[in-house]
């Protein structure tokens, strides 16, 4: 295999998977993925509140469209904007009684999309190995300043 295969089918893995667990999320008629990615995040942090920038830096799908997204969520009521007590220049994205309903709702639909579209696919060895590679990479990167 070249040096660049790893490389090439996480893109292209990527490319397939996402759109399709998307798909599955619009059928079952939850949230859009990029707005669980989102609310997902938020209802795994402290208090299911974080800053804006933090919220940046762990989105995984919608790093770039944060912003938006809470801006869309915060007109459906699943998101609240805050100012930060600390640092009142910082905005802190809370989420809702609604959110967390609308987390819930989804999760059962995106975690089984996931495991049809994904891990199924993969027997337990190969699993493992794949994300103890995939968060060696992630872990280097984190580290990086």
């Given at each position: 295999?070249?040096?660049?295969?790893?490389?090439?089918?996480?893109?292209?893995?990527?490319?397939?998977?996402?759109?399709?667990?998307?798909?599955?999320?619009?059928?079952?008629?939850?949230?859009?993925?990029?707005?669980?990615?989102?609310?997902?995040?938020?209802?795994?942090?402290?208090?299911?509140?974080?800053?804006?920038?933090?919220?940046?830096?762990?989105?995984?799908?919608?790093?770039t469209r944060?912003?938006?997204?809470?801006?869309?969520?915060?007109?459906?009521?699943?998101?609240?904007?805050?100012?930060?007590?600390?640092?009142?220049?910082?905005?802190?994205?809370?989420?809702?009684?609604?959110?967390?309903?609308?987390?819930?709702?989804?999760?059962?639909?995106?975690?089984?999309?996931?495991?049809?579209?994904?891990?199924?696919?993969?027997?337990?060895?190969?699993?493992?190995?794949?994300a103890r590679?995939?968060?060696?990479?992630?872990?280097?990167?984190?580290?990086?300043?």
């Open positions: 295999m070249e040096r660049v295969d790893a490389w090439r089918w996480l893109l292209r893995t990527h490319a397939a998977v996402v759109p399709a667990i998307a798909a599955d999320l619009a059928r079952a008629g939850v949230v859009p993925l990029a707005w669980y990615d989102v609310l997902l995040e938020l209802a795994n942090a402290p208090d299911r509140r974080l800053r804006m920038s933090q919220l940046g830096e762990r989105a995984v799908l919608s790093r944060v912003s938006r997204i809470v801006d869309e969520l915060e007109r459906e009521g699943l998101v609240e904007r805050v100012a930060d007590p600390h640092d009142r220049r910082a905005t802190i994205a809370a989420l809702t009684p609604a959110g967390r309903r609308a987390v819930a709702r989804a999760a059962p639909h995106y975690l089984d999309s996931v495991e049809r579209h994904f891990s199924s696919l993969l027997d337990d060895h190969e699993r493992e190995v794949v590679a995939l968060q060696k990479v992630a872990e280097h990167h984190r580290a990086r300043p």
